[in-house]
């Protein structure tokens, strides 16, 4: 008897366990499954993102400080803000800290979501979101990196001017941290739009088409995102919103249309 004959062999018939290495670079899993099983999974996946998600808050927590006396800079005052409850203070502070954690550990919570939809995906379809969540990350930090240093300084100030004979502003942290952070955060999103149209044009979910047909409905969204994420009312922040988010719509058409597969043009 050989050595080989030794050793189990896998039968036939019995579904082989698809592990972590085979959902990143092998196709999709063919494996039946019920729908307890992907709830199941679904359980433990979220379970690892919370996980990875307190770690990353307690490690901010040391760092919000600093990254709180930044975020009140454009606003002077001797970088202090007013509180006006005993624990708005705690509450502002942890704020910041859930933040700053998310945004360290979102790639791992990516992954998490990745390995969750990962059996669904041919080896195809997976060679696009890896290319995918690098841009889309890059163009977040864009987006923030253009509401901070041209929409907050533009929006401040009119803010800070608005009336000024009239009101006196003395804004507090309950109000002015929770109001920065919104802007930045979707602000960040919002650029992440032609990378999103250029992964589902790839995998044949959206066309350059529909894009093109339906852009009278997409000033009218874009005009309304832009109205929920500006602090402001006046006409001049709100094209600072609407213009990009226009620009990212027109980019997303040419990417949709070169993106899209020929065969389904038709």
């Known amino acids: 008897m050989s050595e080989k004959s030794l050793v189990p062999q896998p039968h036939p018939d019995v579904p082989q366990k698809y592990g972590a290495w085979e959902a990143i670079v092998g196709d999709a899993d063919e494996t039946p499954t019920s729908i307890w099983d992907h709830l199941d999974e679904l359980r433990r996946r979220l379970f690892h993102a919370l996980l990875a998600l307190v770690a990353g808050v307690l490690a901010a927590a040391v760092f919000t400080e ?11 005052d001797n970088g202090r803000l007013q509180t006006l409850g005993p624990t708005e203070s705690v509450v502002i502070y942890f704020r910041v800290a859930l933040l700053a954690g998310a945004i360290v550990v979102m790639p791992y919570i990516t992954y998490q979501l990745f390995m969750f939809i990962a059996p669904g995906l041919t080896r195809k379809e997976k060679n696009y979101i890896y290319r995918a969540i690098p841009a889309t990350t890059g163009l977040f930090l864009i987006g923030v990196a ?55 044009a790839r995998l044949g979910i959206l066309g350059p088409g529909p894009l093109i047909r339906n852009w009278r409905l997409a000033v009218v969204l874009c005009t ?7 602090p402001t009312v006046d006409p001049f922040n709100m094209l600072l919103v609407t213009a990009p988010l226009m620009v990212l719509y027109l980019i997303s058409i040419g990417l949709a249309a070169i993106a899209y597969p020929r065969q389904l043009r038709k």
């Open 146 to 200: 253009f509401a901070w240093f041209i929409m907050v300084p533009a929006a401040l100030a009119f803010l800070r001017e608005f009336q000024s004979d009239i009101f006196r502003a003395e804004w507090t942290a309950e109000k002015y941290i929770p109001f920065l952070t919104t802007l930045l955060f979707w602000i960040g999103v919002a650029f992440e739009m032609p990378v999103v149209v250029y992964v589902l």
């Open 224 to 230: 309304v995102a832009a109205a929920l994420i500006t």
């Open 66 to 76: 600093p990254l709180l006396k930044y975020l009140i800079e454009p606003i002077g």
